[in-house]
């Protein structure tokens, strides 16, 4: 079985595709396809992933991209009271469920004759609930690398369960995917979690790949599991995704909840990832260490290497927030070494002025510079991800040779990497009450039957998410938006590209549309580019 992970291109609904769903007026009229497609994840005896996208119009061009629930394919199902209303901790809140019709919208900057535009459903707990107390038999799995925050995930969906909703059976597999059916599980209560949010990775493990969709469902059928919560990245997803059809197609009392981790902070629609936080606060001691390192020399450079395979944001932030560094390069701008206006020529000059200089550069930034000499350009590792060049020793090394040639400049140049100690570390207070949030979010959702979704905050607002909507693409800085020129405003470094090269990024990137994203939009074209939320003047 092949241990990548990957699925389809799912779209999620195109309110511009005229095709795809009627204009009718009628509120709420319920919408969905009858695409099927085959995963390649899935061995050919697997069945076709039949994925219905389940849309609901309502009036001035609002409609829901609902997420499935347990009903869709088990009618029927009885209900019971919402175990929260008699908890006493919840005695004080004047609102204790979620109204049924609560929806959080994903665009929030609008013109005056903008459409409504999509929505997704509110997050939280509901008056009626799918499961009794002591019917439940929840999972928790981590996948994928390590993160700030997994332990703290882990704890408060244990913690939820147990505390909210009276379940007392909850198992924590081991080793990823691959412990469904591979390694033993772990008996999870409130007190075997009760201190592992101060420890970094993981307490039940983690891997990459592993993952055979008819064994992990198999496991799942077999240990009498009723809930499955699923912690890991855009990857994780694909396959938590897949597990979900077919524990549908089995017709399984099944619910199964994702939530999303990245540290790259590339997972669409939703705010922000947890651990990325974190991550960019701990960046800071390596651009300090840095900084002092270039300072203490004449002619200085100090190179530090940050996470972004694919996406920017913790070098672009941890440049904003440290205001020490010089120089930012990420995955989405491509840079040049040589001629006027390449990385060279800027360094020459900042050294003159200066006398030093930092560099933050993301461990995807740069990788068509080493396309010639990279191997490994077609290899990837067990998720799926391409492998890549260390860009960090590649550049290193290219400025060396630079300065050393022709004796131009005598410079000092200290280059850190520290990748793993910012995963390894325990998260910071602000991912502490994030990752409760989530947590929580997934708790609920589940109790009250839905399936086969992620949780997010989506403009502030916790929502469900489907899976699809998070695994059909990826969350990108847009360095034709304003954040990105904030950075440049800061370092005062090029931009790197020619006039004709900017005008061609802002016609791909910002497309024509009366509908304006939130901050949460960066993929989507957003003002800002950005998916943390932050003021903007």
């Known amino acids: 079985m092949d241990s990548a992970i990957y699925t389809p291109k799912f779209r999620c609904f195109d309110p511009s595709n005229t095709n795809t769903i009627s204009t009718s007026k009628t509120h709420f009229s319920s919408y969905t396809s009858n695409s099927v497609v085959r995963s390649p994840i899935a061995s050919s005896m697997d069945p076709p992933i039949d994925y219905k996208p389940k849309i609901s119009n309502g009036d001035a061009g609002y409609f829901l991209e609902d997420v499935p629930h347990l009903t869709d394919y088990i009618p029927d199902l009885p209900t019971y009271s919402n175990p929260l209303q008699d908890n006493p901790a919840y005695s004080v809140v004047k609102q204790y469920f979620v109204n049924t019709d609560d929806t959080v919208a994903q665009k929030i900057v609008v013109h005056s004759n903008s459409p409504r535009g999509r929505h997704f459903r509110r997050a939280g707990p509901r008056q009626r609930v799918y499961f009794e107390s002591d019917e439940v038999h929840a999972c928790i799995v981590t996948c994928g690398g390590l993160c700030p925050g997994l332990n703290t995930v882990i704890r408060e969906i244990v913690c939820g369960l147990y505390h909210m909703y009276g379940v007392n059976k909850v198992l924590g597999i081991e080793g990823g995917y691959r412990g469904f059916y591979a390694r033993n599980t772990v008996p999870l209560t409130p007190k075997v979690v009760n201190d592992i949010h101060k420890r970094g990775g993981t307490i039940l493990g983690t891997s990459r790949g592993g993952h055979d969709t008819s064994k992990i469902v198999d496991s799942i059928q077999d240990r ?76 200085g ?104 040639r022709g004796k131009k400049m005598a410079i000092t140049l200290k280059y850190i990497d520290p990748t793993y100690m910012i995963r390894a570390i325990p998260s910071n207070a602000s991912d502490n009450v994030y990752c409760t949030l989530l947590a929580q979010s997934a708790v609920h959702g589940a109790m009250a039957g839905y399936t086969g979704f992620t949780v ?25 938006d304003r954040m990105w020129a904030r950075l440049l405003s800061s370092t005062n470094q090029p931009s790197f590209l020619c006039s004709k090269e900017v005008q061609e990024a802002k016609r791909e990137e910002v497309p024509a549309t009366s509908l304006l994203d939130g901050q949460n939009g960066s993929s989507q074209g957003g003002k800002d580019g950005i998916s943390v939320r932050s003021p903007d003047p």
Not at 238 to 257: C, D, F, P, T
Not at 350 to 368: D, F, N, P, T, Y
Request: proline share 3%; net charge negative; aromatic share 8%.
């Open 456 to 480: 997010g905050p989506v403009n502030g607002r916790h929502a469900y998410i489907p899976f699809q909507c998070v695994i059909e693409t990826q969350n990108k800085v847009v360095i034709t």
């Open 224 to 299: 009498g599991i009723n809930q499955v919560y699923i912690i890991g990245g855009d990857g994780t997803q694909k396959g938590a995704s897949v597990i979900y059809e077919e524990i549908k197609r089995r017709g399984l009392k099944v619910a199964v909840a994702g939530v999303p981790k990245t540290i790259d902070n590339d997972i669409p629609v939703i705010d922000r990832s947890f651990g990325f936080d974190t991550a960019v606060e701990e960046a800071q001691r390596a651009i300090n260490a840095a900084h002092v390192e270039a300072e203490s020399f004449e002619n």
């Open 301 to 404: 450079i100090g190179i530090v290497k940050l996470m972004g395979r694919y996406s920017g944001f913790i070098a672009m932030y941890a440049t904003l927030a440290s205001r020490d560094v010089d120089c930012c390069l990420i995955p989405e701008s491509p840079f040049y070494l040589e001629g006027p206006g390449g990385l060279y020529e800027f360094i020459e000059r900042r050294l003159k002025e200066s006398g030093h200089m930092v560099i933050v550069v993301a461990e995807g930034a740069g990788q068509e510079l080493l396309a010639e000499s990279m191997r490994s350009m077609d290899q990837q590792d067990a998720s799926g991800n391409k492998l890549l060049q260390d860009i960090g020793h590649w550049i290193s090394q290219k400025i060396r040779e630079h300065f050393t």
